[in-house]
């Protein structure tokens, strides 16, 4: 990804540079840069979070399944706005009649306990490196930690009971620019990385950089190839990667042998994520491209063309490239992360018309002449004017910014909030929690100083890892005395000790609601 430029200057002194003249009498510099390390310090990069006029349309959402399945699994089965009294709760269960047919409280309502909890606050620091940070990742069980970072090792920490010391350190091989992507196997006894290189990197968690497996990538043209996303297949025996030249590789680990689904005529748009659509099914997987699209493959048929591979269905909403995709796990709902600042739900069975694709492209291409790496972001996609032609999302999502890298976004884990939250980094340095049934933000936790690229949940415990391009690693969980306190979009002192203005509707007009 490197970019020839330009660039004039007025300087007599020519020894520190190779220049050239030109028929102008300027000095013209010509040097190569590799855009993703390219850091503009401009007024763009502050810390305010954006400004989203519009309330969240919840119209269309509150009449889903996926609604309706989040409030019961979430313990609310009246109004949400409805006030929850721990005391009589306490009683209720006392006197055996907290849930039918048990002496305790129910799944659901231990839930609706545990999201009144959710992580606020950074707690610590875990760690702090020698570079950017790119993968933060819990197995299945959240008994390891993965992160990995620019500067090519793998680090595993120990996640079971929360001490976070460190396991195993391995060096990463063929380590161009950066680690990419990671992913644990199934049963949590191998991972899996990706970087800019023709090969999938497989590893046992206890071993070292002599147990290194590698799979080379066949079948594509001999230019600079980078898998930008990776998964293992839920069975453990395949791995899925999103590339750079508009291809899904499909690896089988037993024959070492790669399959290639290709995305688009054309190599020139990059396939950013990757994710299999269930937990439980090894044959459906879903692609999120750079042109916004989202497409649906299936693995038994989707290897018969040699040109374009057939989708089972296509999805039309964004207004710039998707940068990540998490799946609900339950065979119909996932969501996807973009570079128009939004985050939208899916349901598979309501897939987009392609015959709008001609009218929504030329929409994107009205707002699609920036970099999301260093310009600043347009400031009609925190507050379009109309949906893309041909969305069928169900719901949307904004106010978080998405610039420099390709964020990660993700549902809570099931068995903890119900997935009721979404969380989300931000290129403010915030940890961002939207209410999945509301569309609000319910938390913004600070304390990284630059974009946070990836973070996980505990399967079992109210605690995210963020890591950040400013090399840290940091233990985010709930705090009582931010419970209460009202979230601002920046963290300002100088707005903190301003006096009060006579109109208390005039003071909060900073303050985001809850």
Not at 234 to 256: C, F, L, M, Q
Not at 258 to 273: A, F
Request: hydrophobic share 30%; net charge positive; with cysteine.
């Amino acid at each position: 990804m490197g970019n020839q430029l330009g660039i004039q200057i007025n300087s007599d002194d020519e020894d520190d540079f190779d220049s050239s003249d030109n028929e102008l009498g300027f000095n013209v510099i010509n040097f190569t840069v590799n855009a993703m390390d390219m850091e503009l310090r401009t007024d763009y990069c502050n810390n305010d979070l954006p400004v989203i006029r519009s309330k969240p349309d919840l119209v269309k959402f509150q009449n889903t399944d996926m609604y309706k399945e989040i409030k019961a699994s979430s313990g609310l089965v009246s109004n949400l706005d409805s006030r929850w009294n721990l005391v009589h709760a306490l009683q209720q269960r006392e006197n055996g009649i907290a849930s039918p047919h048990s002496a305790s409280f129910s799944n659901n309502q231990q839930r609706y306990i545990s999201n009144l909890y959710i992580p606020n606050k950074k707690a610590t620091r875990l760690m702090s490196l020698d570079s950017k940070v790119f993968v933060t990742k819990f197995n299945r069980t959240g008994s390891k930690l993965l992160v990995a970072c620019q500067d090519g090792f793998v680090r595993i920490y120990d996640g079971a009971k929360g001490t976070y010391h460190l396991l195993n350190r391995i060096r990463a091989r063929d380590v161009e620019w950066s680690i990419i992507d990671a992913d644990f196997s199934p049963n949590g006894q191998h991972f899996v990385y990706s970087t800019w290189s023709r090969s999938f990197f497989i590893m046992p968690v206890n071993g070292g950089e002599d147990d290194c497996q590698w799979i080379d990538v066949n079948g594509l043209p001999n230019h600079r190839l980078a898998i930008f996303s990776l998964r293992y297949s839920p069975t453990g025996d395949k791995i899925i990667g999103g590339s750079n030249n508009a291809t899904v590789i499909v690896t089988d680990i037993r024959t070492r042998t790669t399959q290639i689904l290709r995305t688009h005529r054309m190599p020139g748009n990059d396939v950013n994520s990757v994710c299999f659509l269930h937990d439980k099914d090894p044959n459906v997987i879903i692609a999120g491209c750079d042109d916004g699209l989202l497409k649906v493959y299936d693995l038994r048929t989707s290897f018969r063309s040699r040109e374009l591979s057939k989708t089972v269905a296509s999805f039309i909403g964004h207004y710039d490239g998707v940068t990540y995709i998490d799946s609900r796990n339950d065979g119909y709902h996932v969501l996807s992360n973009s570079k128009d600042q939004s985050i939208k739900i899916w349901d598979m069975r309501q897939p987009s018309n392609m015959r709008n694709r001609s009218r929504s492209r030329q929409q994107q291409m009205d707002l699609h002449m920036w970099d999301y790496r260093w310009n600043r972001v347009p400031r009609e996609f925190y507050n379009p004017h109309k949906a893309l032609d041909g969305d069928t999302s169900i719901m949307t999502y904004r106010g978080h910014r998405v610039t420099k890298t390709l964020l990660r976004a993700k549902f809570s884990p099931m068995e903890q909030t119900g997935q009721r939250y979404i969380y989300t980094g931000c290129a403010t340095g915030r940890i961002i929690i939207y209410d999945v049934l509301t569309g609000k933000i319910k938390e913004a936790i600070e304390g990284h100083r630059n974009v946070i690229r990836d973070l996980d949940w505990h399967p079992d415990r109210s605690e995210i890892v963020s890591g950040s391009w400013d090399t840290h690693v940091h233990l985010n969980n709930f705090s009582r005395s931010n419970a209460n306190r009202p979230m601002k979009r920046s963290n300002s002192s100088e707005q903190d000790k301003r006096p009060l203005r006579r109109s208390r509707r005039l003071a909060n007009r900073n303050v985001t609601p809850d």
